[in-house]
């Protein structure tokens, strides 16, 4: 039977932990069997769970008997993994272990190396601490996971989930995979990625900076028809100088600026109002439905019709000029807390 060992360090985020247990634990195979047998491993006698404190039955030497490890966060992801749990992890990717991460999980996976030269996610609130942490990684924080084969990685929360129903289809199939995720009440496959759940913050506007006064304009006028020479002869400069301002400043373009605030406006528009899509295309700027749709989608992830299906009516309408409602209330407090200038990028260029 194929085994499955959780790892329980110091401060690991009871969500993290509990969301592969469930999973793997009800999982069946067609013959009603289970399909995995499920060991909780720790590397201390007692590990503190935050709320609760909990005794693994296994030990750091039982990782070595897994067929996939999986890797939950940890409330403080500054405080350094233990050696014997890296060198426990070394090892049996040394053997061949498949191991997989939970959310900020990937900072204690990252510790290892062993993910060097890959491309691996985390939480959308901690992917620019592991950037910063791991150069040699190439951190993606818009999707739900990453599979490179042996290491996988999860985005935060709930992508935990996603995770586990992946590595259950890779084992035993898209059947067993669906009845695990019927018991979840969970989509085998969702829509888009961790892009759709960032909460875009209001681009920089350095106090008394020159550029203020226009950030403002085109923050009242992003739903007109601007060009690069209608921008440049409100701010009364050349397209040169409002260019070269707008990287030193704002380390983006004014175009970029502009499309970002219109994403923005549009997210709001898509949360809060019944509008027909091809009404807030123009609403916010957009003089073609169909190029809104397809810079939407390469900003946010996702469709504005599935945006609006994740996110109309759920009280998760969120305050532009603050903190995010909701979706910052997520159970992950190594990312919780973290500042905004952790370095994740609210966009994609272009």
Not at 300 to 309: D, E, K, T
Not at 327 to 335: E, F, G, Q
Request: aromatic content about 4%.
């Amino acid at each position: 039977m194929h085994i499955v060992a959780v790892l329980a360090l110091d401060g690991v985020i009871a969500f993290d932990l509990s969301t592969p247990l469930e999973v793997f634990t009800r999982t069946r195979l067609p013959d009603g069997r289970p399909a995995y047998r499920v060991r909780v491993c720790a590397a201390t006698e007692e590990v503190d769970a935050g709320a609760f404190t909990l005794r693994a039955p296994y030990g750091l030497d039982d990782l070595a008997d897994a067929d996939t490890i999986i890797v939950p966060g940890c409330a403080d992801p500054s405080v350094p993994v233990p050696p014997d749990v890296l060198d426990a992890l070394r090892g049996a990717a040394a053997d061949g272990t498949r191991i997989a991460s939970v959310c900020a999980g990937a900072l204690v996976l990252a510790a290892t190396g062993l993910l060097d030269g890959l491309r691996a996610t985390t939480h959308w609130a901690a992917a620019g601490l592991l950037a910063a942490r791991h150069p040699e990684i190439d951190v993606d924080p818009d999707v739900l996971y990453v599979d490179n084969g042996q290491f996988l990685t999860s985005a935060g929360a709930a992508a935990g989930l996603d995770l586990c129903l992946h590595l259950i289809r890779r084992d035993h199939g898209s059947a067993v995979a669906a009845d695990a995720a019927r018991l979840s009440v969970m989509p085998l496959e969702r829509e888009g990625g961790q892009a759709q759940f960032i909460v875009h913050p209001q681009p920089p506007e350095p106090g008394g900076a020159a550029l203020e006064p226009l950030l403002r304009w085109l923050e009242d006028n992003a739903g007109r028809e601007l060009t690069l020479d209608d921008i440049a002869d409100r701010a009364g400069v050349s397209t040169r100088t409002l260019n070269r301002r707008f990287r030193e400043q704002m380390a983006t373009t004014p175009l970029q600026w502009l499309h970002r605030a219109r994403i923005r406006r549009a997210q709001h528009l898509l949360e809060t109002t019944p509008h027909a899509v091809d009404r807030i295309a123009g609403q916010v700027g957009f003089g073609s439905p169909t190029a809104f749709r397809d810079r939407f989608k390469r900003v946010v992830g996702v469709s504005p019709h599935a945006y609006r299906r994740a996110f109309r009516g759920t009280g998760t309408v969120r305050d532009r000029q603050g903190a995010g409602r909701g979706m910052d209330a997520h159970p992950c407090p190594a990312v919780a807390d973290l500042p905004r200038s952790t370095g994740v990028l609210p966009v994609r260029p272009g």
